[in-house]
């Protein structure tokens, strides 16, 4: 499959500050993302996601190494014709109204004035701010702005979308919307690109993810690879058993948690589950449920967050 | 058509910034500038008063060119709306030109509603106006466009209130540039030379924009010089929007 994105050791050097302290932003980045894929892009705080999106919409210039969007030099005018962009907690002319900034991009795209009504309606109505259609962006909450800053990312009828924290803002409602609406719009053929700390949006959506270490790609795999179940890892739920028993439990299993009324039990091995699920009966109590661990996207992220943390 | 909706929406920004406001001071200027000097001969007065009025519409024109040029690129910039602007498909130096058109789009209506103020006063003071009137006019505009392009291309760098300052500086200094040839000539000292020789020719000469005195006096404006000002002024508008452009160009947009 063609490759829409190709980073090539990417390198970004901020320089700043009245000491001009350096800021390594990225230090050598490669990734590629192919076609109609949805690709979250994740990383702590500070890791370059937004400096790595910048470059590649052509408003920052890299230090170093390659940045290409379908096949041409980030920024380049063809590029940005087939590309829509939703900026982190994006900003827009205060003055302006819902419909008249929409107006106002579908111009910078020359969608013709005939079209361009029916266009931004049809904007206004994918996000569900009809009934901000006239409200000035002054006025407007900041899901809505971010509603906003996704409709305008389509404008152009994009091949490919790089969203920057697409869900941040949003109600569960809109985070709910905003994924259907990824969703459709990878159906239909689109390359989605986005970073987000919200990993459960990212789990439930993703393709592929990558995580961004302090400008460094650290891992890069295929959603259903990370989230295959744990051979021999189990989770359990008991009620109605004694002290007695949650002691006897406590030396077989990994870990025992009481919330409310119930132990939650990790268990490793079978030979282990066997063992618990006898300790629970025979003191009387209920084995109400049982299954496989499955690592989650969160557990997958915290290990490679890990090492860094231990450095510190 | 996409510089264009880039134009059309800075006017529109500068509209609701409340730039008009300007237009009431001119306004109270005329009219309490009539009433003032009335008690002088009606001839005299009516010198006063076009000078007066050809005065305000140079400040506060120059007025808008430094506080909105300034701060025309940095503002996209601090508050991030250039973002979703220049990821769509246009050129940086679109945006710019766009810009810029767009200011000088304001600066030519308000100027065009103060010469309507301007002329009415005239008028009801019982003098009449010429067409020499309005090429001085046209003139202030021409400078004020070549001011709002050193706006530009100052704060394409530097912070609004620096800009502002080199601005006015180059403003001040671009109308005295003849007197610093002048006597940069008569020192013995060649560094001084030099120097005068480089400001002379790298600052623009502004007043070559300025025919304020044949107006009010009623000398006639020489039509050669006053052609050659206006190409002058242009040229020099264009290498402004021009190097503006190719800095612009290259800027990190963080
Ligand atoms: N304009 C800037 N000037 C100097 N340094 C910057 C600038 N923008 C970002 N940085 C630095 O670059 C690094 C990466 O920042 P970036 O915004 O790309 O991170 P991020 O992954 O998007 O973080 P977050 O999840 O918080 O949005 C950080 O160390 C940050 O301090
Ligand atoms: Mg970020």
Known sequence: MRSVIEIEGLEKVYRSGVRRRNIHALDGLDLSVAENEIFGFLGPNGAGKTTTLKILTGLLFQTSGTARVLGKAAGDLSTKAQMGFLPESPHFYEYLTSRELLDFYCRLFRIHKASRRKKVDELLASVGLEHAADLRVRKHSQGMKQRLGIAQSLVGNPKVLLLDEPMSGLDPMGRRQIREMIRKLASDGMTIFFSSHILSDAELLCDRVGILVKGRLVDVGKMADILKPRMGLFEAIASGVDGACRERLEGICKRVALRDDRLHLEISGEDNLREAERAIIEAGGVLDSLSRMRTTLEDHFMEFLKPDEAAK | ?254
């Open chain 2, 1 to 254: 058509m996409r510089t264009w909706a880039l134009c059309l929406n800075t006017f529109r920004e500068t509209v609701r910034d409340k730039v008009f406001l300007v237009l009431v001071v001119f306004a109270l200027v005329m009219i309490m500038s009539s009433r003032i000097f009335s008690f002088l001969s009606v001839g005299l007065e009516l010198k006063i008063v076009m000078d007066l009025g050809l005065g305000s519409i140079s400040v506060f024109s120059l007025l808008i060119a430094l506080f909105v040029g300034t701060t025309l690129v940095h503002k996209e910039i601090d508050k991030r709306t250039v973002y979703t602007i220049v990821s769509k498909p246009i050129r940086r130096y679109q945006f710019i030109i766009g810009k810029y058109a767009g200011l000088n789009m304001t600066i030519l209506v308000n100027m065009a509603i103060m010469t309507g103020f301007f002329y009415l006063s005239i008028w009801l003071m019982g003098g009449s106006w010429s067409l020499d009137l309005g090429l001085c006019i046209l003139l202030i505009y021409v400078e004020i466009m070549l001011v709002t392009g050193l706006a530009l291309l100052f704060s394409t760098f530097a912070s609004p209130t620096l800009s502002a300052v080199f601005t006015f500086l180059t403003y001040v200094l671009g109308h005295l540039s003849s007197d610093l040839k002048f006597f940069s000539e008569q020192s013995e000292n060649i560094i001084v030379n030099i120097f005068g020789k480089v400001f002379y020719y790298l600052l623009p000469n502004l007043s070559k924009f300025n025919f304020k005195n044949e107006v009010v006096h009623g000398f006639a404006i020489p039509m050669d010089s006053l052609f050659y000002s206006i190409v002058y002024g242009l040229l020099y508008c264009a290498l402004l929007v021009i190097v503006s452009s190719l800095i612009f160009e290259r800027k990190n947009l963080r």
